[in-house]
């Protein structure tokens, strides 16, 4: 359930940081302070990050890149001060999905000792 949980906030992260490239990619040309394409590009490769990350969440070095998303996210408000906000919402969501779907794994693996399923029930 963690890796789902996890996946999940990645791919909605990912999404989020994109579309603030874009953004930021407009407002600098809008303003004239520059092609902007450096912003796209540095956001679009933190989101591609996170949809790598997504998929290695099945081992600790994807906790770990995890962690270094959200931690970027963050950093990325340097480019785009709103992203402040994104960051700390998916930091909260990583944060909760870590944390409760431990708790969910760990329920699931004692429900699983406790209570075996039918299959495993030899009848005579």
Known sequence: MTRRLGAVTLLAQAMSVFFGGLVAWQL???AGAGSGSAHLW????????C?????ALRSRAGIALGWLCQALTLA???????????GLIFTGLWW?????????DADKAA?????????????D
């Not at 990325?76 to 994104?86: N, R, Y």
């Open 28 to 30: 600098t040309s809008a």
């Open 42 to 49: 540095a956001l679009s490769a933190l989101a591609l990050l």
């Open 76 to 86: 990325s408000a340097l480019i785009l001060p709103a992203m402040l906000v994104v």
């Open 96 to 104: 909760v999905c870590l944390r409760y779907g431990g708790r969910i």
């Open 111 to 123: 429900w699983a000792v406790t209570y075996p399923s039918s299959d495993d029930i030899q009848e």
């Open 51 to 55: 949809l790598v990350t997504a998929g």
